[in-house]
């Protein structure tokens, strides 16, 4: 079953290769939505897929790439968009 999930990271997520890491781990998971860099110094993503596999992306998120440091991984579920790719914003 599809399904699309708002995700909020907090902490050391700016200028530490989130947005290709995640671009990257989103394709791996055949992952769609987008992600990007917020003023407030947050990453906001936006991901759908199929269920297990956004459980893989989001368990994902709460680590992230080596250099970052995810203080807080909020996420709140949305209606499915069927987005056909994804993309930096």
Same mark, same amino acid.
């Given at each position: 079953?599809?399904?699309? #999930?708002? $995700?909020?990271?907090? &902490? ?8 290709? =890491? ?20 947050? #990453?906001? $993503?936006?991901?759908? &897929? ?8 989001? =368990? ?12 807080r991984v909020d996420t709140s579920e949305a ?11």
């Amino acid at each position: 079953m599809k399904k699309h #999930v708002n $995700i909020r990271l907090t &902490g050391k997520v700016q200028n530490v290769g989130f947005r290709y =890491a995640a671009l990257k781990t989103a394709e791996k998971y055949d992952v769609k939505g987008f992600v990007k860099n917020e003023p407030d110094g947050t #990453v906001y $993503i936006e991901a759908e &897929g199929e269920e297990p596999k956004i459980n893989h992306f989001i =368990a994902w998120c709460h680590d992230g790439p080596a250099w970052a440091r995810v203080d807080r991984v909020d996420t709140s579920e949305a209606p499915v968009d069927n987005l056909k790719e994804f993309r930096i914003a």
